[in-house]
């Protein structure tokens, strides 16, 4: 995945690291922190938004149906979505 | 116009922050700095200083809020001395990172234990490397000078950086001395209002101490590291403006009777003054010594150093506290360090002196000149029983 590198030299550290936009926490690509990844098995979704809910990278989202997925450009496969939904309906698998 | 009073240091190092009108103060009391704060207490109550007063429960809080009030854009103030100072210990990494210019005074006291509430420097030591700028005072008229010099430093918009000034706890905080305080018109004339680099706003969004990942954090700190070595063309330029309108000189390394001196002792801190009385009685007697006194310890001024021993046989290091199981006082580790390379470089020797309040004397001083040369190993601990 491709991450950008910001900022690349240590003159272009801004003094304190201090940010000046905010929401640019969207390019920085976590996704590639991931071992393993979520997938739904939507025959067993109840569509309860639990996974929605306790993202704590709140990269799961919601589709035009009512089912969730997550963007795996910033999902760290922490298995949190997995744990909590309670008809078993997403299995974490290992990225190859 | 200054005045020329009679006062107890540690209040009159409090009048001088008043002078630089802070906005915000926190503070939580502990021997021997309190009466800095504490008279600062009087001066914000008695309406003599618009300022907020935030009597914190803790340290810890104190330097929190000082970091939340300077990231406002606000001047903050505050004064610890040992254990507060190392219950602060992890806002004050992230207060220089953030590059905040909070400005300290420390009351310098010894870490327990044995719990031990006098005078030596190991206080500050534990803060040697969490990106501070460090002044010591020598005497009470540069304790303060120093607490203003310390607030143009450290806001110039090529530092934004913290400062400690450190006055020997009780040795300087608790005297009374003769000297010089500046008046509100030439403080005023002095020292700006602070502009800071960037502020908190609701309307104006900016994230302040954000997560460093390991992709960045060596850039961020080699950062932080230029930005101190840079503050000392700042540091000079203000001391140079400070001696151009009152008068008085300030220089990294002050050297007292040093030209032709083969044996040169060097202090921090309140030593200085009674070191200087020894110098006098040995160079009456013919005996060539001096003496150098280092002011400004963060960053370490390295060119001064290697140019202050030129021709010196003999330099005995003093140091108020030891890096214990180390190699000795943190002076003279960092003395040996900028004379390293140096291909003529005196014979170092390291006395670890005054410790925990135990007084030295004008004697000790002649002592330590007398015994010079004969010290055995890197580092003794002078005047030790047993």
């Known amino acids: 995945m491709a991450q950008k590198k910001w900022p690349e030299t240590w003159q272009e550290v801004t003094p304190g690291c201090m940010i000046f936009e905010g929401g640019n926490s969207r390019e920085y690509h976590t996704g590639s922190?991931?071992?393993?990844?979520?997938?739904?098995?939507?025959?067993?979704?109840?569509?309860?938004?639990?996974?929605?809910?306790?993202?704590?990278?709140?990269?799961?989202?919601?589709?035009?149906r009512g089912y969730f997925a997550a963007d795996l450009d910033y999902c760290k496969g922490c298995g949190i979505c997995a744990h909590e939904c309670w008809p078993g309906a997403i299995t974490m698998i290992e990225e190859g | 116009m200054s005045k020329r009073i009679g006062m107890e240091i540690a209040l009159a190092a409090a009048e001088a922050v008043a002078l630089c009108r802070p906005d915000v103060i926190a503070a939580y009391?502990?021997?021997?700095?309190?009466?800095?704060?504490?008279?600062?207490?009087?001066?914000?109550?008695?309406?003599?200083?618009?300022?907020?007063?935030?009597?914190?429960?803790?340290?810890?809080?104190?330097?929190?809020?000082?970091?939340?009030?300077?990231?406002?854009?606000?001047?903050?103030?505050?004064?610890?001395?040992?254990?507060?100072?190392?219950?602060?210990?992890?806002?004050?990494?992230?207060?220089?990172?953030?590059?905040?210019?909070?400005?300290?005074?420390?009351?310098?006291?010894a870490i327990s234990g044995p719990i031990n509430i006098w005078n030596d420097h190991s206080d500050i030591m534990t803060m040697r490397d969490l990106g501070w700028l460090s002044l010591f005072a020598a005497n009470g008229q540069e304790a303060v000078d120093m607490m203003i010099q310390s607030f143009k430093i450290a806001e110039d918009a090529a530092v934004q950086l913290p400062i400690?000034?450190?006055?020997?706890?009780?040795?300087?905080?608790?005297?009374?001395?003769?000297?010089?305080?500046?008046?509100?018109?030439?403080?005023?004339?002095?020292?700006?209002?602070?502009?800071?680099?960037?502020?908190?706003?609701?309307?104006?969004?900016?994230?302040?101490g954000a997560l460093g990942m390991p992709d960045i954090f060596t850039e961020a700190t080699k950062a932080r590291d230029q930005a101190l070595v840079d503050s000392r063309k700042v540091i000079l330029k203000v001391w140079k403006e400070w001696e151009k309108q009152f008068g008085r000189r300030y220089e990294p390394i002050e050297a007292y009777k040093t030209k032709g001196a083969d044996v040169v002792m060097m202090t921090m801190g309140s030593m200085g003054e009674t070191a200087e009385i020894a110098v006098?009685?040995?160079?009456?007697?013919?005996?060539?010594?001096?003496?150098?006194?280092?002011?400004?310890?963060?960053?370490?001024?390295?060119?001064?150093?290697?140019?202050?021993?030129?021709?010196?046989?003999?330099?005995?290091?003093?140091?108020?506290?030891?890096?214990?199981?180390?190699?000795?006082?943190?002076?003279?580790?960092?003395?040996r360090s900028a004379l390293y390379a140096e291909a003529a470089r005196p014979v170092i020797e390291n006395?670890?002196?005054?410790?925990?309040?135990?007084?030295?004397?004008?004697?000790?001083?002649?002592?330590?000149?007398?015994?010079?040369?004969?010290?055995?190993?890197?580092?003794?601990?002078?005047?030790?029983?047993?």
């Open chain 1, 33 to 64: 922190w991931r071992a393993q990844r979520p997938v739904w098995d939507n025959a067993k979704c109840i569509k309860c938004g639990i996974c929605y809910i306790f993202c704590p990278e709140a990269c799961v989202k919601e589709d035009a």
């Open chain 2, 29 to 109: 009391p502990i021997t021997p700095n309190t009466h800095i704060p504490e008279h600062l207490s009087d001066i914000v109550a008695e309406g003599r200083l618009d300022a907020e007063f935030i009597c914190v429960e803790s340290e810890h809080s104190a330097m929190s809020a000082c970091a939340g009030a300077s990231g406002t854009g606000a001047r903050a103030f505050t004064a610890t001395s040992s254990q507060g100072l190392l219950y602060m210990d992890e806002v004050l990494g992230i207060v220089s990172s953030m590059r905040l210019p909070v400005v300290m005074a420390i009351g310098n006291r």
């Open chain 2, 164 to 208: 400690n000034v450190n006055l020997d706890g009780f040795q300087l905080t608790h005297m009374v001395e003769a000297l010089f305080l500046p008046d509100q018109k030439e403080v005023d004339r002095f020292l700006p209002r602070r502009k800071p680099y960037a502020a908190l706003h609701p309307d104006h969004p900016v994230t302040m």
């Open chain 2, 280 to 335: 006098d009685e040995l160079r009456k007697d013919g005996v060539p010594v001096g003496l150098l006194k280092l002011k400004l310890w963060r960053p370490f001024p390295f060119e001064e150093m290697k140019k202050a021993v030129r021709g010196v046989k003999t330099l005995i290091v003093t140091d108020r506290c030891c890096s214990l199981g180390g190699p000795g006082g943190p002076l003279a580790a960092e003395v």
């Open chain 2, 351 to 386: 006395a670890l002196i005054g410790l925990g309040g135990r007084d030295v004397t004008v004697d000790d001083f002649k002592q330590m000149f007398r015994q010079a040369g004969k010290s055995k190993g890197i580092y003794e601990f002078y005047g030790v029983r047993g």
